[in-house]
């Protein structure tokens, strides 16, 4: 192929060429370029910067972090020129260098002017949060966040503009740490001084809900903060603020005290209303039945809302008829709402006194006309404790069995406790009512008649009875006198015989038969106490008064001699 010589280039021209493309080549490398995107493909952008060759860039540098790249053909954008015509012909370019070295010129002269920048946060990191500043990344400390210490939780702020100081710069480290609470400090001391000016005890102003405790509540009121106590919340008694206020809710409260020294502020939420109490005469009466709710207890009290504006107790004695008592829970539930009786207005603890009980009719009263002694009826166990069992006689009057009145035979009482349990049901008989004391005895063994005293009825004191030996030891003899009653009698050593020296136990057998005298009968044990001496002696006046005279001369022996051979 002829080519025209005219237009070959000359060895001078070549050198000069080649000379201004290096010499271009040097002052381009190293330095930010605006350049033309001429492509995107597979996540690459190429960029024309008017070089010999174009250069290629990740697409991912051209987004900011949390958001998506919105870049396209024929934008321009400035890239930093890292080398011109590498040893692959490739011209290498960074978008990401570029941004940040004329961010932190930027944020350097924002810096030493202590100006306000504007960052975007979004990712939360351990001890704070990262935050994107023209692309550079800098850390916000959780310390840092906010003077008031109001923000729940930082996932709030994630991705949202913010107004920020620079605390600390170090490009060598790429290191920059910025502070929202400096700005917030210095807003707060201007609102804090503005609002100081026309505070007042008395004045009504706006707050925000900044922290909640068991006792009150702290209101951020712009600058400074008031504390309301749980008794300047609500004219009646509340369990917990938490009740009534909500965080970071706005709210109206009253200054009731302000020291200007010390720039503290004692608020109040009540005294924005008037006191119900003074007007308690007009809506409250003595002796009236009202509907009222729950809102506490203890051991000894049940504490009531009247109205929603009063407060009232209801002592352990008026909420039933009960002599003791159960704890109130058994009685009514949180929130629960009750009719009751007034009974005073105590002004001095500003509380209504009620009564729950007077609504109905003392049950003692109805006992009386219900029930006399000696009847008899079925019930339940609703107790048991060691000395006996309680049942249910009425609505709110339990009785109770004593353990020695559950058989005539005691040694048998403990076994049938222990047999006993909740909600058997069992046949009791009423032994005493005293009405005036509230109290009510109650029997089980008397349901039958006592062995003892029907034995005793054909066998009074002094009658002779014959009875088998069952037990003999060294205090005297226990002589088994009815087998089917189990009725039991005892002879004390002593009275073994007339004779004194024929009291020795040695005398006796096991299931021997023997006649005695009743002479007693123990309270205690109900065994009944026997006599041989005493049925010796009767024995001998008795022969005596028929068969002569002790002042005759002559012996006992004698006389049942004669006697015994008639």
Not at 152 to 175: A, C, H, Q, S, W
Not at 419 to 441: C, H, M, P
Not at 532 to 546: G, H, M, S, Y
Request: charged share 30%; hydrophobic share 35%; aromatic share 4%.
């Amino acid at each position: 192929m002829n080519q025209d010589p005219s237009n070959k280039i000359t060895n001078s021209e070549y050198d000069t060429l080649i000379a201004n493309s290096l010499k271009n080549s040097s002052a381009k490398e190293k330095s930010i370029a605006t350049g033309k995107i001429i492509s995107i493909e597979n996540e690459i952008v190429t960029i024309d910067v008017g070089l010999k060759s174009e250069g290629r860039v990740p697409l991912s540098e051209f987004s900011r972090p949390g958001q998506k790249s919105e870049i396209q053909v024929g934008d321009k954008a400035e890239v930093f020129i890292e080398n011109v015509d590498n040893a692959n012909g490739e011209t290498l370019l960074s978008r990401e260098k570029a941004v940040k070295q004329k961010a932190w010129q930027n944020l350097q002269s924002s810096f030493n002017e202590n100006r306000v920048v504007t960052g975007i946060p979004f990712n939360r990191v351990k001890g704070g949060m990262s935050v994107d500043l023209d692309g550079v990344v800098a850390f916000l400390p959780g310390s840092q966040i906010d003077t008031r210490q109001i923000i729940k939780d930082t996932k709030e702020l994630l991705n949202k503009p913010l107004d920020l100081v620079i605390l600390k710069m170090d490009k060598y480290r790429g290191n920059i740490v910025v502070s929202r609470k400096a700005i917030t400090e210095n807003e707060l001391k201007e609102q804090r001084n503005e609002l100081l000016k026309n505070i007042k005890e008395g004045s009504i102003i706006e707050g925000k809900v900044k922290n909640i405790t068991e006792y009150g509540a702290f209101i951020d009121l712009g600058g400074i903060d008031g504390l309301v106590h749980v008794t300047d919340i609500a004219w009646t008694k509340i369990n917990n603020p938490n009740d009534i206020l909500e965080l970071n809710s706005t709210i109206k409260v009253k200054v009731l005290k302000f020291d200007e020294d010390l720039a503290r502020l004692s608020l109040g939420i009540k005294q924005l209303t008037d006191n119900p109490w003074d007007t308690v005469n007009e809506n409250i009466s003595t002796n009236q039945k009202i509907l009222v709710r729950v809102n506490s207890m203890n051991d000894n009290n049940v504490h009531i809302i009247i109205n929603d504006k009063y407060d009232g107790v209801i002592t352990l004695n008026e909420l039933s008829w009960l002599k003791k008592p159960p704890h109130p829970s058994k009685i009514v539930n949180i929130k629960d709402e009750i009719e009751v009786l007034v009974l005073e207005k105590d002004d001095d603890k500003k509380r209504i006194i009620c009564s729950l009980k007077q609504m109905k009719d003392n049950p003692w009263n109805k006992l009386k006309e219900t029930f006399n002694i000696n009847d008899t009826f079925e019930t339940e166990i609703v107790n048991i404790v060691d000395f006996g069992i309680f049942v249910k006689v009425l609505d709110e009057i339990d009785g109770m069995v004593h353990i020695s009145d559950l058989s005539w035979d005691e040694k048998e009482c403990e076994n049938i406790i222990k047999n006993f349990k909740k909600g058997d049901k069992v046949k009791v008989k009423i032994l005493d009512i005293n009405a005036d004391k509230e109290r009510i005895s109650l029997g089980i063994k008397h349901l039958n008649n006592d062995p003892v005293q029907e034995y005793l009825e054909t066998n009074p004191i002094d009658s002779k009875v014959t009875g088998k030996i069952v037990n003999i030891d060294e205090k005297g003899l226990k002589v088994e006198l009815d087998k089917e009653k189990k009725i039991f009698g005892f002879i004390k050593k002593s009275n073994l015989s007339n004779d004194k020296n024929e009291n020795k136990t040695e005398r006796f057998a096991l299931d021997e038969y023997l006649d005695s005298i009743i002479i007693s009968i123990d309270s205690k044990t109900r065994a009944l106490n026997l006599s041989i001496k005493e049925l010796e002696i009767r024995d001998e006046k008795e022969a005596l008064n028929k068969y002569g005279s002790s002042a005759s001369g002559a012996s006992l022996g004698d006389i049942l001699g004669s006697v015994l051979k008639k």
